[in-house]
């Protein structure tokens, strides 16, 4: 039996469109939400990306403001320019486009944004709230996932065994955090895991996160099983894959998302959302 695609597009069709409505009853209210975005450099990819992000806050009706700097702007000229969108009332979020030129410490930027427009989720405080089940805004990647897991009757995950294979932090960790809090029994996987198959065989939900093509193939996977692709790699073709040997996997799982059109737009959709969100907590 072949899987089930979970659709990443059309499911951020539908958040998008309940976002969008919740998004103009605030803008009548006199509060529109509204998103920085800050790129430094010209990772040609990074480009794409913020492009999409500026035209998902477009299409729902969002405030958004681009600022670009060349590759050489100084580590405090940006923590300056953050410090002032923190304290600007039209910005609800801010997101830094990520990867930084290497002089500058991501990290401090990072903590430099405020908790409360940390949209990305990125802030140890956001990481914080996680972890003890606190308010705060939840990295947009995880959090795409669990909606997709919530759009196929996964919201509630007892019983369930998850294995999450990459331990970034700001996919991995995360990702482990949130199943659990959806009570799931949650294995963590990594470079340093000796078997990787003898794990994600007996699991009902592998997401892989690690940025390697074929991380995952069908001998690997248990029949039924559901597979979240968070990677982004190039093929030989120069195509967009996942980490998960797709033409294989599918034969095998009960449901696989696609990439492209799966975690990708869920990435920015769950952006829109914890905008929303600020916005709301902003204007309340
Ligand atoms: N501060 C920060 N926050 C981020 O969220 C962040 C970042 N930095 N740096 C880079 C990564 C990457 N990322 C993607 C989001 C959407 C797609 C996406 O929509 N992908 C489409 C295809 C895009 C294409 O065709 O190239 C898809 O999978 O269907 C991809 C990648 C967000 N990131
Ligand atoms: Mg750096």
């Known amino acids: 039996m072949t899987a089930q695609l979970i659709d990443g597009n059309a499911l951020s069709a539908q958040v998008r469109a309940e976002v969008a409505q919740r998004a103009a009853a ?17 990772n040609p990819a990074s480009a794409v990306y913020v492009r999409n992000k500026v035209k998902a806050c477009a299409d729902a009706g969002f405030h958004s403001v681009l600022e670009k700097y060349d590759a050489d702007l100084s580590e405090a000229a940006l923590l300056a320019r953050i ?11 801010i997101l830094v486009q990520l990867p930084l030129p290497r002089h500058i410490d991501d ?7 405020s908790p409360a427009k940390d949209v990305d989720g990125f802030h140890v405080a956001s990481a914080g709230a996680l972890m003890v089940g606190e308010v705060g805004f939840k ?12 759009s196929i009757g996964l919201k509630d995950l007892r019983g369930k065994h998850a294995v999450v294979i990459g331990r970034s932090n700001i996919v991995g960790k995360p990702m482990a955090m949130m199943l659990l809090q959806a009570n799931a029994t949650v294995t963590v996987c990594h470079s340093g895991t000796a ?5 994600t065989r007996q699991a009902d939900v592998v ?3 690690v ?7 069908a001998d690997m996977v248990k029949p039924g099983a559901v597979v979240i692709d968070v990677g982004m790699n190039r093929n030989d073709e120069g195509k967009l894959c996942g980490d998960v040997d797709f033409a294989g ?4 799982a009960g449901w696989i998302t696609p990439v492209p059109g799966g975690v990708g737009p869920m990435t920015i959709t769950m952006l829109l959302v914890n905008t929303l969100e600020a916005a709301e907590r902003a204007a309340a």
């Open 107 to 113: 990290h401090k930027v990072i903590e430099t944004i």
């Open 207 to 209: 997401v892989a996160a």
């Open 139 to 150: 990295a947009c990647t995880p959090y795409g996932c669990m909606k997709m897991l919530e």
């Open 211 to 217: 940025g390697k093509r074929n991380v995952l193939t």
């Open 26 to 42: 605030l803008t009548a209210r006199g509060h529109r939400p509204g998103l920085a975005v800050i790129l430094v450099g010209d």
């Open 249 to 252: 996997v599918r034969e095998v």
């Open 83 to 93: 410090d002032a969108l923190n304290k600007d009332p039209a910005i609800h979020g």
């Open 195 to 199: 078997d990787l198959g003898a794990f």
